[in-house]
């Protein structure tokens, strides 16, 4: 269901968002990917970033998280990976209580997408807002 995200650039492994509460990993942690990597290029630790999560039943904790920064970082991957772990918390309930992700703010996402929303559009989602705290967390 690559349609739900950027075609084959935002990858990811193929379940779909919509139809999924914010308790399901599939949709939330998506969300918190694209917004974690929003705020490590907003913060000019990098010019492209992709963050990897992935998650076990049963563990709220993702059992493994990687930025990939396509060579594109000021730091390595390692480091950068180590960085958004400490910023960021990607357990199921956080991401949904930081993102507000209980109201019902999803009907916009099946017409115009699940990503990339000016801020001011119609559809306007929480995941594409950017923190300062977590900018000046980022970066030190």
């Keep these: 269901i690559i349609v739900d995200t950027y075609g084959g650039m935002g990858r990811h492994g193929g379940g779909a968002f919509s139809g999924k509460d914010p308790s399901k990993v599939d949709r939330s942690a998506a969300y ?3 917004w974690a990597a929003k705020h490590v290029v907003a913060a000019g630790l990098a010019t492209k970033c992709e963050i990897q999560l992935a998650y076990v039943i049963g563990v709220a904790e993702p059992v493994s998280l990687r930025a990939e920064s396509f060579g594109t970082a000021n730091m390595d991957d390692t480091a950068l990976s180590a960085l958004v772990r400490k910023v960021f918390d990607f357990r ?12 019902p703010i999803y009907a916009p996402t099946a017409a ?10 119609n559809g306007t989602f929480p995941w594409e807002a950017l ?3 977590i900018l000046d967390a980022l970066q030190g």
Excluded: C, K, Y
């Design 32 to 34: 918190a990917a694209r």
């Design 92 to 103: 199921p309930a956080s991401i949904a209580a930081r993102l507000n992700l209980l109201r």
């Design 112 to 121: 115009g997408g699940h990503f990339g929303r000016v801020a001011g559009e």
């Design 131 to 133: 923190d300062p705290s």
